[in-house]
């Protein structure tokens, strides 16, 4: 099915960076919601043209005396059901509380299971909620009174019951919440019905409430339809102006919220492949979009809040090229990090953000392995990586998933050894002067 390739070809593009669905963390909301959600949505007018961003005057790299330590603390090759079911493979991580939450799958991908940690050492799984037996969770989104879980079920909708000739299959869609991270309550189908058939893909929370973005699904033919829905408390959806009137594409690559509102970065798609210009929109509600100034043809595919706005990557694995934003609609490119020893490059093994500053782990443009940090993604501070290092380079695409916590770094590895199976493991790193 189209929309089964154009997923694939989007998170191969991505490769293996993980993003943190709740951005930079939960972040304050107006105290007149109501009136904000029952605001007449308006979609502005898209510029014809977007001009080249400005190259920013060459940053100076900053000294630290920061180290991170790492250690394994779970393993799916040890004894205990809790390692055991970690095999299973990890979709989304979210810091909460002094601790971590990570969402995933047992059985073959076939049920969904939740770990929890109040420090990021002791691990209890939860697989028996409601919802989870025959469940997937695909993201968690941090909310004002807890946790919010994206997924869905693993049955087929009831308009393509019975292998339906030429129809168009999708997996309802699920919620999940939790006050605390380890009891889960299945929301109602009416939680659910707003979005329809669709197929939702990124999820965040931000100033004005969550954001959901996804594809309404029609159960025959091929006209998909990008949409967004919005919530100011996760449990009561309402769908936003058409994403394909309100934005000249169809395809984002990433969403995000942070304190001064919403970004998006996305391109159009054709044949099965994203098209240029790469675009960046900006939102103070959710609601009503605008195009912002860059970053062009080459810009981010996805996008972090931090202290200082936004920061968007492009090309993690391959030189990477960074934009900053303090307002998120006018962006600026950052010099090119290439012959510059303690700065990042190669960013594609995680990027990671607690609301203060973000976390890059990778290696520098001289292929040497670091980590770095930032508060506004302008200026880089080298974090020194001691003891055993997670296998990192050694590590199937897509299996690093982590989040940043008081506790430190949280990230999961999966490698596969000669001897054959798959061992999945999970590491803290804790950042110390």
């Not at 993604?377 to 590590?395: E, L, N, T, Y």
């Amino acid at each position: 099915m189209e929309r089964t390739q154009r997923l694939a070809a989007r998170v191969a593009a991505m490769t293996v960076v993980v993003l943190v669905a709740a951005g930079c963390g939960a972040t304050p909301r107006p105290t007149d919601v109501a009136a904000a959600e029952s605001a007449t949505p308006t979609v502005l007018e898209t510029p014809t043209a977007v001009p080249a961003p400005t190259p920013a005057a060459t940053p100076t790299p900053v000294s630290t005396g920061l180290t991170i330590g790492w250690a394994p603390v779970l393993a799916s090759a040890s004894a205990g059901k809790v390692a055991a079911d970690l095999g299973g493979g990890i979709s989304a991580a979210v810091a909460f509380g002094d601790g971590f939450v990570l969402a995933g799958s047992e059985n073959q991908g076939q049920h969904a299971v939740v770990w929890y940690s109040p420090d990021g050492t002791h691990w209890q799984a939860i697989d028996n909620a409601p919802g989870f037996a025959d469940g997937v969770i695909d993201s968690l989104v941090r909310l004002p009174d807890g946790l919010l879980a994206v997924g869905t079920s693993q049955g087929l909708d009831s308009q393509c019951a019975g292998g339906a000739l030429g129809c168009n299959p999708v997996s309802p869609i699920r919620l999940w919440t939790s006050p605390d991270g380890l009891t889960w309550h299945l929301l109602p189908g009416t939680a659910t019905a707003p979005f329809g058939r669709a197929q939702l893909e990124l999820a965040v929370d931000g100033p004005s409430g969550l954001v959901a973005f996804g594809e309404l699904v029609p159960a025959q033919g091929t006209n998909i339809t990008s949409m967004i829905w919005t919530s100011d408390d996760g449990r009561s959806w309402t769908r936003a102006p058409q994403f394909s009137t309100a934005f000249p594409t169809d395809s984002m690559s990433d969403l995000e919220g942070g304190p001064g509102g919403y970004v998006a970065v996305g391109s159009g798609w054709a044949d099965g492949n994203p098209t240029l210009p790469q675009l960046a929109w900006y939102s103070s509600d959710g609601k009503s979009w605008k195009l912002g100034s860059g970053p062009g043809d080459q810009g981010p595919t996805i996008v972090l809040a931090c202290a200082g706005g936004f920061l968007g990557v492009a090309n993690p694995l391959a030189q990477a090229s960074f934009w900053t934003t303090a307002d998120g609609v006018n962006w600026t490119v950052q010099p090119a990090v290439v012959g510059r020893p303690n700065w990042p490059s190669y960013v594609g093994t995680g990027l990671f953000s607690d609301g203060k500053g973000i976390l890059a782990l990778g290696s520098d443009s001289f292929q040497t392995p670091g980590a770095w940090i930032t508060t506004d993604g302008r200026d880089w501070q080298s974090v020194a990586m001691i003891g055993v290092q997670p296998p990192f380079d050694s590590a199937v695409a897509g299996s690093v998933v982590g989040a940043l916590g008081s506790k430190g770094v949280i990230v999961t590895t999966e490698t596969q050894p000669a001897t054959g199976g798959s061992i999945w493991t999970l590491w803290l790193g804790t950042i110390a002067e």
